[in-house]
Nanobody
Framework: QVQLVESGGGLVQPGGSLRLSCAAS????????IGWFRQAPGKEREGVSC????????YYTDSVKGRFTISRDNAKNTVYLQMNNLKPEDTAVYYC????????????????????WGQGTLVTVSS
């Protein structure tokens, strides 16, 4: 049974950092693309970042480029999202998702063409 469990969310001041973790079970992570999307209250889902399984390709939505970094530890079946210089507009529930990673990741998220996703972790950026 595929399971994705996110952790690491919380309240942080603008300019601060958080690292989200996603523990995967029920499948071998290194065979699959994996990523993160977020959903703010009253807004559509947004694909934030993803990492492919084999060729090292990564995707970042424009608003997080240079601030967020995705990484995967296949030995631990875990994927991370390091978030630096956080802004109030980053406030959302962040979800880990299983899906092919490409430059179309945001479109995949918006049409809900994901293979699986977790329960989410809340990130609040506020002073």
């Amino acid at each position: 049974q595929v399971q994705l469990v996110e952790s690491g969310g919380g309240l942080v001041q603008p300019g601060g950092s958080l690292r989200l973790s996603c523990a995967a079970s029920g499948f071998t992570l290194d065979l699959y693309g994996i990523g993160w999307f977020r959903q703010a209250p009253g807004k559509e889902r947004e694909g934030v970042s993803c990492a492919s399984s084999s060729d090292g390709f990564t995707y970042y939505t424009d608003s997080v480029k240079g601030r967020f970094t995705i990484s995967r530890d296949n030995a631990k079946n875990t994927v991370y999202l390091q978030m630096n210089n956080l802004k109030p507009e980053d406030t959302a529930v962040y979800y880990c998702a299983l899906a092919p990673c490409s430059s179309d990741y945001d479109a995949i998220v918006r049409r809900n063409a994901l293979d699986a996703w977790g329960q989410g972790t809340l990130v609040t950026v506020s002073s």
